[in-house]
């Protein structure tokens, strides 16, 4: 039988194609080399999570609640791949005719169409972050290198567990590819918190355990890339590769890298397969960390919009002068963001604080579609609650404006 969809990788992009494909009446076949669910579920989102907003009596209760969450995660995974034929194999290509022929273990299958979702590995060797969230006991002292979305929630992370933790960053700040006051207000909780942190550093000293948080690759070694002729995986907007009928979603193509915008690029190439018209709206993907205090954006940063040549204008409000905020606990260091163009058109939402990671839900909402800082101050946010500061933020632009 040849397959309509072969999709290599069974991770969150591999199992969300795979679900969409059997519902469209698609004959699909999943190979899985690695665990169903991939990093998302057994290594990184899932785990990081639940081990920054839980608190735990020992190792062991935090190891059997842990395998529970997963375990309940994994068996809802499958109910949704029922009619999906799945080969806990690995897959390569093994070039083109008419259909793709893949070896899967020591068999053949052919496809129709082919998509590549085996995600990403460390750029290096050593001990990660996917380590650290699924170890059963943690270090007392550690050197994390690399202040990214997954070296600061391990440093948020080790620190909550009592570790003494060093953060080491290359460049001249953490998050550099977020707005500089989110930056600033999350460098001054961590340090209030007695988190080290030190910048245009690199290399680790020796003699420590050392975090290795500095970056990922894309998994493509060994899936027979140069079988169809490709060097790379590269993509268009549908998730096509210059190949016709090989299709690339998820941290394999190197771009996004989270479990959202794996799941979404992973719809994109379905539909695409389908006939369907579908594209990620990238202006709009939520970047959100767990850490404490937790941190979200959506959109973009006011710099980013003036070197494209847009007139924007941005205001930050503390939280301090926020109830909700400061009546659950805030720190006091806080703060949340919007950046808007000329014409009052929301750009960007960014917060540091608070419930920042729900709030990223009405974030995207705010940015995709385009709503104005004038519609946003007219609106009614419950009281007391962190999504005010997004209304008063908006009052200030709206002052400044007039
Ligand atoms: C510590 C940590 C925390 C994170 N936290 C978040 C978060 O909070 N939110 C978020 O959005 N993102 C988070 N991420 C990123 C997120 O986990 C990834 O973006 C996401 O898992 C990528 O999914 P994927 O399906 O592309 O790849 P993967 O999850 O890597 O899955 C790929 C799968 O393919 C298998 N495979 C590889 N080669 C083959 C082959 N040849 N044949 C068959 N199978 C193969 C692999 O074994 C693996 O199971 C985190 C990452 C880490 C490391």
Redesign the pocket.
Known sequence: MTYDLLI???????TTAAALSARKGLRTAL??????????LH???IP??FCLQNDFPDDASRAKRRADVIGTLSEGLLSRLERVDIFY????LRGKTDVFSVLCGVRGLTAKNVLL????VPHRPGL???DI?TSDTLPQRAVILGAG??GL??ASYLRKSGADVTLLEQRDRLLPQAEPEISAALLRSFRRRGIAVRFGVDTPPKGETVIFADG?VP?VR??GLRTVGLAKVVTDAHMQTAVPGLYA????RGE???????AREAQCAVRRICGEADAVDYRALPH?L?TDPAVMWVGETQRGAQERGVQARAVTVPLRSVGGYLAAGGDGTGVCRLVADGAGTILGVHLCGGDAPELSAAAVVLVQQRVRVRELERMTFAHPTVGEALREAAACLEDRQS
Request: charged share 15%; aromatic share 4%; glycine share 24%.
């Open positions: 290599l990788g069974g991770g969150i992009a591999g190979l899985c080399g690695g665990q169903l669910g991939g990093v998302c290594s990184g989102c990081a999570k194999e690995n897959g390569a979702c085996t995600g990403s990660s972050p996917e969230f979305a997954a929630e391990c990922r998994a060994g899936i979603a998820g941290d394999v996004e890298m989270t479990a959202h915008a794996a959100v767990f």
